[in-house]
């Protein structure tokens, strides 16, 4: 299997909610990372996870989970979702190597 | 502090070539990246920059000065296709997949 899938494509939120995303990895990859791109903006690192454990985080609080399974598929869970949340939400995995990741094409999170 | 800077937009015309400037300032350097990302579709990878100097593949070249803090894209020929934002993002440790990303240049390409 190739290329990076994430799902849903687009989701509506109420604030306060809790939201799990999902993302299944390329093919041999056993790296993931998430990141956030509100609109207009770069994408921010969130976290990353190898081998099923975090091993870098960015600047987002608590309430940004996430969790890595045996088959490099991964899910971002955000608790009490509030407004600014609201953003496009991408998985990126790799193999390792140092030609960058593959993103997926995101998920378009609204919080209302 | 952290800080990568690229100018928010700029339009060039079809067949016609297109400098990408991105400087950056950040607490480590292992290599920058810059990525393609057409509207509500996933980033794609351009290129890939560790030493200095000029990296070329096909229409598309980037280049490196690591003691300015400095990089740029060039795109040769360009087609209406290349409308896109294009995003320099830097990685700055070694074995660390977490890239810090400028907020994108969104070059609209003209007939």
């Known amino acids: 299997e190739t290329g990076v899938t994430q799902s849903p494509t687009h989701l509506i939120k109420t604030r306060g909610q809790q939201v799990t995303l999902r993302c299944s990895s390329q093919?041999?990859?056993?790296?993931v990372s998430w990141y956030q791109q509100a609109l207009g903006q770069g994408p921010q690192f969130i976290f990353q996870?190898?081998?099923?454990?975090?091993?870098g985080r960015g600047n987002f609080p608590p309430r940004f989970s996430g969790l890595q399974f045996p088959n490099y598929s991964s899910e971002l869970n955000v608790n009490a979702l509030e407004l600014d949340d609201s953003a496009l939400y991408l998985c990126?995995?790799?193999?390792?190597?140092?030609?960058?990741?593959?993103f997926g094409s995101g998920t378009r999170l609204t919080v209302v | 502090g952290q800080n990568i800077d690229q100018p928010t937009e700029m339009t060039a015309t079809e067949g016609a070539i297109v400098q990408i400037n991105c400087t950056y300032q950040?607490?480590?350097?292992?290599?920058l990246f810059w990525y393609q990302q057409h509207a509500g579709e996933a980033p794609t990878f351009l290129s890939y920059?560790?030493?200095?100097g000029l990296e070329e593949k096909g229409r598309f070249s980037s280049f490196l000065s690591r003691s300015k803090g400095y990089s740029y894209l060039l795109l040769k020929e360009l087609q209406m296709k290349d409308s896109a934002s294009y995003l320099c993002?830097?990685?700055?440790?070694?074995?660390?997949?977490?890239?810090?990303f400028g907020k994108g240049t969104k070059l609209s390409v003209i007939p």
């Open positions: 920059n560790v030493l200095d």
């Open positions: 993002a830097v990685r700055e440790r070694a074995g660390s997949y977490q890239l810090t």
């Open positions: 093919s041999g990859h056993n790296t």
């Open positions: 950040t607490s480590g350097f292992n290599g």
């Open positions: 990126a995995s790799s193999t390792g190597g140092f030609d960058g990741y593959t």
């Open positions: 996870y190898y081998r099923e454990e975090e091993n």
